[in-house]
């Protein structure tokens, strides 16, 4: 017998119309079982007619609803009840001109967005694979065409040559009847806030979550964005910390380069277009936040991204051709490579989150980064012993001497500071003694 009301479980104490709008609810959803003839609690009442009411029931759902169910017989506490299983259905069913949807113990009501977003995903059609019936074809963008070519060379033998573009979008189904379909819109037109004027990139610098610096939005396709973004950030938005190899200087993003690029991808990919939000970069002087609209499919957790997964493109025109070019893998490791990437530059792991149908990435700041140690007072000597442990994992009394060229006292002093302030901790004895970040 059935527990506590749930997602799936259902109890009325006798059949009426909610019974039918309940059984569209669980259709609707992931199907469920409805009991009639027990309280909210789960306790049996009495109910009569329970011979006709097998008979009427099965009838009643098939002429309102337009669905099968099963109905039988059942026994709680010597009292008679009825159980309905209902399975989910692949098309959206209705009840009195109305859509409804199980949510936990409760039916809510669709309409608006949520209507829109449940009837296309019933379609089974995804967004990006609608025809955009006005647009045409002189508003796709040939030079983006043109190093698409390029880009797709090794996975598409032969497409560098092919000069009649109808014939290309043919090949990677992104039109239909001579019509562009989204995807060709958003991938390679010349104007796509025409059509989706949703469809940016909002790049902003905050000190607080209210203290605003600076913002930019970043428009044209997505081939574009994904340059213009990466961009943007690398100029404006993100400093490039100095470290040393032997004599040599580097300036190193403080974010992975890489990361960024394969988050920036991946949120173009999988958002969800059919929604009115942007995509949203928040940089703080901390943390990154990278979001966009359109959660995680049912089959996939967060906890998943972490590991290896299966691929589910929310939008899988615009996934295909981003594969095409060479930007993506088709495995699903987008996410494994944006964790990767961080740990290999000596960051925390960036978290992943999936709240309310918005999809986040948080990348945090290298927190002995070269603003914090002039901060803490340090001298360019420690700040140069700082990232060459990054670069080394550890440092010795030697190593020290050698890269500042100062005596052993004070490469000793600096580093005893160094201990001090918590930056770093001695491991080993004598000569095994080395020095590790804390």
């Given amino acids: 017998m059935p527990g506590e009301e749930n997602h799936n479980i259902e109890y009325k104490q006798k059949w009426n119309d909610d019974c039918l709008k309940a059984i569209s609810a669980m259709a609707n959803a992931k199907g469920g079982r409805l009991f009639v003839g027990l309280d909210d609690q789960g306790h049996p009442v009495e109910l009569k007619n329970t011979k006709k009411l097998l008979e009427d029931i099965p009838n009643t759902i098939k002429n309102r609803l337009n669905i099968l169910s099963i109905v039988k017989l059942d026994k709680k506490a010597g009292q008679k009840i009825i159980c309905i299983t209902i399975l989910p259905s692949s098309i959206p069913v209705s009840f009195n001109g109305k859509y409804y949807i199980r949510s936990g113990s409760t039916v809510q009501k669709l309409q608006g967005k949520e209507l829109a977003d449940f009837l296309l995903s019933k379609s089974g059609i995804p967004w990006d694979n609608f025809v955009e019936k006005h647009s045409t074809f002189k508003e796709l963008e040939e030079s983006t065409i043109d190093e698409f070519k390029r880009f797709a060379t090794d996975r598409i033998p032969g497409i560098i040559n092919e000069t009649n573009y109808s014939m290309l979008l043919d090949k990677l189904n992104l039109q239909k009847n001579k019509q562009l379909k989204r995807a060709a819109v958003l991938l390679f037109g010349s104007d796509p806030q025409r059509y989706y004027s949703h469809a940016v990139v909002k790049v902003g610098k905050f000190l607080t979550d209210t203290d605003i610096q600076t913002t930019d939005i970043v428009k044209g396709n997505l081939f574009q964005q994904v340059e213009n973004t990466l961009e943007i950030l690398r100029a404006k938005y993100l400093q490039s910390p100095i470290s040393f190899e032997g004599i040599h200087r580097r300036d190193i993003l403080e974010y992975p380069y890489e990361a960024l690029r394969e988050a920036v991808i991946n949120a173009l990919i999988h958002r ?125 009394n030697s190593d020290y001497q050698k890269i500042n060229n100062v005596s052993e006292r004070t490469a000793l002093r600096d580093l005893d500071d160094l201990i001090r302030k918590e930056i770093v901790l001695k491991k080993g004895q004598k000569k095994g003694t080395h020095y590790n970040l804390a």
């Fill in 272 to 396: 969800d277009y059919h929604g009115f939000s942007q995509i949203q970069i928040r940089v703080y002087p901390d943390r990154m936040i990278m979001m966009n609209e359109g959660g995680l499919p049912p089959e996939i957790t967060v906890e998943d991204l972490k590991r290896n997964h299966l691929s589910k493109p929310r939008n899988k025109l615009l996934a295909d051709v981003f594969y095409f070019a060479g930007f993506i893998e088709a495995w699903g490791r987008g996410t494994l490579k944006i964790v990767e990437k961080c740990r290999d530059q000596g960051l925390p792991e960036p978290e992943f989150h999936n709240d309310h149908g918005v999809m986040s990435v948080i990348f945090y700041k290298d927190k002995w980064n070269e603003e914090t140690l002039k901060r803490l007072g340090l001298n360019d000597r420690q700040i140069k012993a700082v990232y060459y442990i990054k670069e080394h994992g550890k440092i010795t």
